[in-house]
């Protein structure tokens, strides 16, 4: 989930735990929500530094009970010891890692002392259909005063993530294909990879109709594009960060040489995301290199 949708979840979960009396462990809630995506001040450092390690130590679980006392700290420096308030933040902190364990930018789930990136890709970064449920909650609750919003809003949330993880992992075994990402607004549309020998296959896939539409076929580097290739630190490290850049365009200009790649498993938004390119002389002299992040 992107941060706008982090903070209005947390904000439910603040008037859930008020509703109860709990308005500091809402508090609590509320900053622990947020929290993890503070991690937007690495951008300081740099768009490379802070890809490489956005949603890594800020998602850390293992790190989480030590972030809770620090976000609880002011609070309980207000009333004194209260374990209500260290558990709302703690439980804060894990949902907004459970959430982003769901989406399809990975996280570091162990770090600092495990590095390796997972991902459920049950849902996009952005998802229109879980957008909706929160402000239908908001409306509902605070404009209609529909109390039993507070109980319906989390099980239906859930149970759309649930059932948006099953239909993947299905999808996935259907197509038998590495990568099947969601769509951020059609709740039954996939992006789908494929791998072949000597290509890669993209296409994107309704689940409810199974149809196609949209299949790029991209070929593999020959040799020359290979060799090229191993000249750019850039290329190197956007590989790295990335979860599946592919060349996908390899012109022979009249002065020099072009390669463009794009990470194929990340398409929701006109696969700007990763683009990065690279332009050799014709000697294979790298000339300028350049990424989106």
């Known amino acids: 989930m992107d941060i706008v949708h982090h903070t ?23 900053l622990g929500s947020v929290f993890p995506d503070l991690d937007v001040v690495l951008m300081a450092f740099g768009k490379r530094f802070y890809l490489r390690n956005h949603q890594a130590i800020s998602h850390s679980l293992p790190l989480s009970p030590l972030y809770a006392l620090l976000l609880a700290s002011p609070l309980l420096a207000l009333v004194g010891m209260d374990w209500a308030i260290l558990a709302g933040a703690l439980l804060g902190l894990w949902l907004h890692v459970a959430l982003d364990l769901t989406n399809t930018f990975r996280i570091a789930l162990w770090s600092p ?33 529909w109390h039993p919003a507070l109980y319906i809003y989390p099980a239906v949330f859930v149970i759309y993530i649930a059932a948006k993880f099953a239909l993947q992992k299905h999808v996935k075994r259907k197509l038998e294909c590495e990568f099947a990402i969601p769509s951020a607004f059609n709740p039954v549309d996939f992006f789908v990879l494929q791998r072949r020998p000597d290509s890669t296959l993209t296409f ?35 590989r790295r960060i990335l979860r599946s850049l592919e060349v996908t365009q390899f012109q022979h200009l009249d002065d020099r040489i072009r390669i463009e790649a794009h990470d194929l498993a990340v398409r929701n938004f006109g696969g700007r995301f990763g683009r990065t390119r690279l332009e050799f002389d014709r000697s294979g002299k790298l000339l300028r290199e350049s990424a989106n992040i």
């Open 204 to 238: 994107v896939y309704n689940a409810l109709l199974g149809t196609r539409r949209d299949e790029r076929d991209y070929a593999a580097p020959d040799q020359q594009a290979a060799e090229l290739l191993r000249a750019s630190t850039l290329y190197a490290d956007m």
């Open 8 to 30: 209005l979840i947390g904000g439910a979960g603040y008037l859930i735990a008020a509703e109860h009396g709990q308005e500091l462990a809402g508090a609590a809630f509320l």
């Open 113 to 145: 002392f495990y590095d390796k990136r997972l991902s459920l890709d049950a849902v996009f970064f952005i998802d229109a259909i879980a957008l909706c449920f929160t402000g239908l909650f908001y409306f509902a609750y605070l404009v209609l005063g």
